[in-house]
């Protein structure tokens, strides 16, 4: 499988997996989505860094949930609302990622890429490979691989 | 065939393989002639049989493979070309090792096949150089018939021969097909395809025929005389098959257990007693199939043990001792990646006991030992574990030695070294750098090995343990479980969380109330622990390890007694779920990172459980621990300097007539209690055998003047170790123990003692522990402060 994010930066077009997080826009690639699932029980593992939600059961086998309002340094997800769980794939293993909600899986052009915008702060600018500016929305392409912090 | 040990049976699979592949070997041979790949893999193949046989005796096989190996040896040197006469009779020698080998697993033996005519023939066809250039002549029947004829006709006989006795579809489709080519390919050479397509077709004909005679004599041995239902031949009833396969079957059998446990436990609640059934047949057959599994996996540990005699006996010679190597529990069986782990650190094992741990036999015989040592190495099952000793009747380790060593290498402090009992200094033995042999010899004592056998042995979920006698030997125990995929674990509850605990590392559970776990629970330096049967168990808290907060507020305590590294200490959860079989799941590098976990579960009812890695959370609480602990005593002593009064934990006893006496704690080895009875006397001085030691005996009532009751049934030990000498301090009970720090102390005192002090609202008095031991053995300080002891001897 090549990775398109081996060359983070550089413009690719093809279909990414739309979710938001804290009102923003972002996509991975659809090709590294395995599935997506409602909220799922986690258990927690104490010592672990922060990102790391806990563990969850996906049909017998162990994954590791990432909370990824944490990774990009954004707020807590308010109490009371449920996350919603994307399940990738890199390199054989399967990860998870903990978003707000998932969205449409969206073409995108590599005319319209743009690099990550220099207001972006310095923790979610290493995992923001740039923006996809769509019709009234700016679209956030993440880097899975960094984000799940292999 | 029930004669044949195991190495004929393996030698017979193996060979039948081979042949196979040497049927299609020699066959592509004849397309690309100059292919070295195959002539070397044929020739390896032939000489593989060939030293087999030679070894097991089967002197016909090893005739016919030595002569086709010559030529084979010619033809890939390139002495000698290929020729498709040369390919046949390489054939035709194939075959006869088949009909030999086939009658070695009838009859056990070579039977009546005759060999004689196919080793001429490939000495013929060796011999037969110009061969080639006689091919294209056009009147070669002479010289083809000589060759080719005979061929086709001892050829065919064996292959029905084989025919019937195998079954095997394979087997036969592969020489025929052999076979034609290879006739075919000898008549396109000879131009003269009428006249031997007659000799084939005679052949043919006879081979009815033919194949009556020569296989008459092994007919009575065939499975067809022996009746149906017998067994198959050895080559069939073994297949082998890919170990990546039974690991994804087993990964699979793994989740069945999982769900089966799942199910068991929804149907548990259930009162339909159709689906209660059901659940438990399912039950069953789940755990059958486990089994069933995990055996396709297991093989007798004396796989890796058959070579390590050889081992024993070089070494011994090179070491210039005799060692008789003895083994106990050979067919006890582990999976075989577990087995492979562990090939190398046994080896190891076995090398140390050799070189260290058995003595010279001179010094055997000094020592009235018998001037051969043993080895033994011993395995058994052991509660869902496979225990694997390696033990030598040798000088056994000292331990002060030892202690001496560790503190010359920096790896412990003197202080640290005292502290410890004379078990917790064997296992220093596994910490790196460390090596006791006084010369390094080209076996062993580099200090690297131990800690790495320790680190191989861990890396397969195992442990390992050494125990020693001075002068009578040394065993290193090793712990393994059984198969890596499906462990036993308990699972705990801790803040609210599920945890297993592999069962290998556990030995027993404690559970304390709330009235009990205020006394028993106790502090030694600010660190818990618990005094379990007397001896002081450091206890962990695993709330503190996670970083978490117990929601157990009830003061019930429970403890988890775990053991690693010969160690023991408490694990102290906040409630002890149930035993389960788990299947261990990887976890990714980030939580790996941590060094807790040695990886996740999926319990019975589908949540995630993380398996605690006990040697790591020993390894890392008890060192913070007693980092903690100096910190702490540092602290104090600075207090102490501060305040001019020492600080200090006292064991509190009581030793008759009222009297209090105070031990400072960290003097204490350990409590133990002692049957009066057993007191033996050595001249005036009363002894006891503990732990295969001779224990000296201070009656702390008599030295201090004061009589108790001496004729209790059990005597209250206190344990005094330091530099593997030990005495035994005999008072009426153990009553506290206490913080001395904030006595009242006094410089009344009397012999023995250094002074008294105000302990729990009573006057007690402070014990000169260095005069207690002297009174009990005077030499025990010779050995590293003489003029300080005999100064207190006036």
């Given amino acids: 499988m090549t990775t398109p994010t081996d060359t983070p930066t550089r413009a690719t077009s093809g279909q990414l997996a739309t979710f938001r997080l804290d009102g923003d826009l972002y996509g991975v690639e659809v090709e590294h989505v395995q599935e997506v699932l409602r909220s799922q029980g986690l258990t927690r593992v104490p010592l672990a860094p922060p990102a790391v939600a806990g563990l969850i059961n996906l049909r017998g086998q162990v994954v590791t949930a990432i909370e990824l309002r944490e990774r990009?340094?954004?707020?807590?997800?308010?109490?009371?609302?449920?996350?919603?769980?994307?399940?990738?794939?890199?390199?054989?293993?399967?990860?998870?990622l903990l978003v707000d909600s998932i969205a449409d899986v969206v073409d995108v052009d590599a005319d319209d890429f743009e690099t990550p915008p220099d207001t972006l702060d310095g923790q979610a600018r290493e995992l923001i490979r740039g923006a996809y500016k769509l019709d009234g929305q700016l679209l956030l392409a993440l880097d899975v691989q960094k984000a799940v912090g292999a | 065939m029930d004669g044949l040990d195991d190495i004929v049976e393996e030698f017979l699979v193996e060979s039948h393989e081979n042949l196979d592949q040497l049927d299609t070997d020699l066959v592509a041979l004849e397309q690309e002639p100059d292919s070295r790949d195959r002539l070397s893999s044929i020739f390896r193949t032939i000489h593989t049989i060939k030293g087999t046989s030679g070894f097991l005796a089967f002197n016909r096989l090893e005739e016919v493979t030595h002569v086709g190996e010559n030529m084979l040896s010619r033809l890939r040197d390139g002495v000698?070309?290929?020729?498709?006469?040369?390919?046949?009779?390489?054939?035709?020698?194939?075959?006869?090792?088949?009909s030999l080998l086939t009658s070695i697993e009838t009859t056990g033996g070579e039977g009546s096949v005759d060999v004689s005519a196919v080793v001429a023939a490939i000495s013929a066809a060796m011999e037969d150089t110009p061969a080639p250039a006689a091919v294209p002549e056009p009147v070669v029947e002479p010289v083809v018939q000589a060759v080719v004829e005979p061929v086709v006709e001892a050829v065919e006989p064996v292959a029905d021969d084989a025919h019937e006795d195998t079954h095997d579809d394979g087997h036969h489709r592969a020489r025929d097909d052999g076979h034609h080519d290879a006739h075919d390919d000898a008549h396109?050479?000879?131009?003269?395809?009428?006249?031997?397509?007659?000799?084939?077709?005679?052949?043919?004909?006879?081979?009815?025929?033919?194949?009556?005679?020569?296989?008459?004599?092994?007919?009575?041995?065939?499975?067809?005389?022996?009746?149906g239902g017998q067994r198959r031949a050895v080559a069939d009833s073994t297949i082998r098959v890919d170990v990546d396969l039974l690991d994804s079957l087993m990964l699979l059998v793994g989740e069945l257990v999982l769900t089966r446990n799942q199910?068991?436990?929804?149907?548990?609640?259930?009162?339909?007693?159709?689906?209660?059934?059901?659940?438990?047949?399912?039950?069953?057959?789940?755990?059958?199939?486990q089994e069933g599994v995990m055996k396709t996996r297991m093989?007798?540990?004396?796989?890796?043990?058959?070579?390590?005699?050889?081992?024993?006996?070089?070494?011994?010679?090179?070491?210039?001792k005799t060692v008789r190597l003895e083994m106990e529990g050979k067919d006890t069986e582990l999976d075989k990646t577990l087995l492979e782990a562990v090939k190398d650190p046994l080896t190891h094992l076995v090398r140390n006991g050799v070189d260290h741990g058995i003595e010279s036999p001179d010094r055997r015989r000094a020592a009235g030992k018998p001037a051969e040592g043993v080895l033994t190495l011993r395995a058994k099952h052991e509660s869902g574990q496979v225990v694997v000793e390696v033990a030598d009747d040798g000088a056994g380790i000292d331990p002060g030695r030892l202690g001496v060593k560790a503190v010359e290498r920096g790896l412990v402090t003197a202080e640290q070294l005292s502290r410890m009992g004379p078990q917790d200094v064997l296992q220093m033995i596994f910490l790196p750098g460390f090596s006791t042999a006084a010369a390094v010899t080209n076996v062993s004592g580099r200090g690297v090995?131990?800690?790495?056998?320790?680190?191989?042995?861990?890396?397969?979920?195992?442990?390992?343990?050494?125990?020693?006698?001075?002068?009578?030997?040394?065993?290193?125990?090793?712990?393994?479980?059984?198969?890596?995929?499906?462990?036993?674990?308990?699972?705990?509850?801790?803040?609210?969380?599920?945890?297993?605990?592999?069962?290998i590392s556990l030995q027993e559970l404690v559970s304390l109330d709330a009235e009990k776990a205020a006394n028993a629970v106790e502090e030694v330096g600010g660190a818990p622990v618990y005094r379990l049967r007397g001896e002081l168990l450091p206890l962990v808290r695993l709330t503190d390890v996670l970083g978490l907060t117990s929601d157990r507020h009830d003061g019930h305590v429970v403890i988890a007694v775990l053991r690693s590294e010969g160690r023991r200490f408490g694990l102290v959860v906040d409630r002890v779920i149930?035993?389960?079989?788990?299947?261990?799941?990887?976890?990714?590098?980030?939580?790996?990172?941590?060094?807790?976990?040695?990886?996740?579960?999926?319990?019975?009812?589908?949540?995630?459980?993380?398996?605690?890695?006990?040697?790591?959370?020993?390894?890392?609480?008890?060192?913070?621990?007693?980092?903690?602990?100096?910190?702490?005593?540092?602290?104090?002593?600075?207090?102490?300097?501060?305040?001019?009064g020492e600080r200090q934990r006292m064991l509190l006893a009581a030793i008759g007539e009222g009297r209090r006496v105070a031990i400072p704690l960290d003097t204490v080895t350990r409590l133990e209690q002692v049957r009066a009875g057993?007191?033996?006397?050595?001249?005036?001085?009363?002894?006891?055998?503990?732990?295969?030691?001779?224990?000296?005996?201070?009656?702390?009532?008599?030295?201090?003047?004061?009589y108790g009751t001496s004729d209790r049934e059990v005597l209250e030990v206190i344990v005094y170790s330091d530099h593997g000498r030990s005495v035994a301090i005999v008072v009426e009970e153990i009553l506290d123990i206490v913080d001395g720090g904030a006595a009242v102390r006094s410089d009344i005192d009397d012999l023995g003692l250094l002074g008294s002090a105000v302990l729990g609202d009573k006057v007690t008095e402070l014990l000169d522990v260095r005069a207690a031991i002297l009174a009990a053995d005077p030499a025990f300080y010779a050995a590293d402060h003489t003029p300080a002891s005999s100064l207190l001897e006036v």
């Fill in chain 2, 263 to 289: 199910i068991v436990q929804y149907v548990g609640r259930s009162t339909d007693t159709d689906l209660v059934r059901a659940s438990q047949r399912l039950n069953l057959i789940a755990s059958e199939l």
């Fill in chain 2, 678 to 706: 057993s007191v033996e006397r050595v001249g005036n001085r009363e002894v006891v055998q503990y732990r295969g030691a001779i224990l000296p005996i201070v009656r702390l009532d008599r030295h201090l003047g004061a």
């Fill in chain 2, 188 to 227: 396109d050479d000879a131009h003269d395809e009428d006249a031997h397509d007659d000799a084939h077709e005679d052949a043919h004909g006879e081979a009815p025929a033919a194949a009556g005679a020569p296989v008459a004599g092994a007919g009575a041995a065939r499975p067809e005389a022996q009746g």
């Fill in chain 2, 449 to 503: 090995g131990m800690d790495v056998v320790k680190t191989n042995i861990e890396s397969i979920g195992g442990t390992i343990e050494v125990e020693s006698e001075p002068g009578r030997g040394t065993v290193c125990r090793l712990r393994i479980p059984l198969t890596l995929a499906i462990v036993p674990a308990l699972t705990v509850e801790c803040a609210g969380d599920r945890y297993a605990i592999p069962q």
């Fill in chain 2, 578 to 644: 149930n035993t389960e079989e788990i299947v261990v799941k990887a976890v990714g590098g980030q939580l790996k990172a941590i060094g807790l976990y040695s990886g996740a579960t999926v319990l019975g009812d589908g949540t995630v459980a993380l398996i605690l890695d006990v040697q790591a959370l020993a390894r890392r609480a008890l060192r913070t621990e007693t980092a903690e602990r100096q910190e702490s005593r540092e602290a104090a002593a600075a207090r102490s300097v501060a305040a001019e």
């Fill in chain 2, 80 to 98: 000698l070309s290929l020729t498709p006469e040369r390919t046949s009779v390489l054939l035709r020698m194939v075959d006869t090792v088949r």
């Fill in chain 1, 72 to 96: 990009l340094g954004r707020p807590p997800r308010p109490a009371g609302t449920d996350a919603v769980v994307i399940v990738v794939r890199l390199h054989g293993e399967a990860v998870s």
């Fill in chain 2, 299 to 320: 093989q007798p540990i004396d796989h890796i043990w058959s070579k390590l005699p050889r081992v024993v006996r070089d070494l011994g010679i090179q070491c210039g």
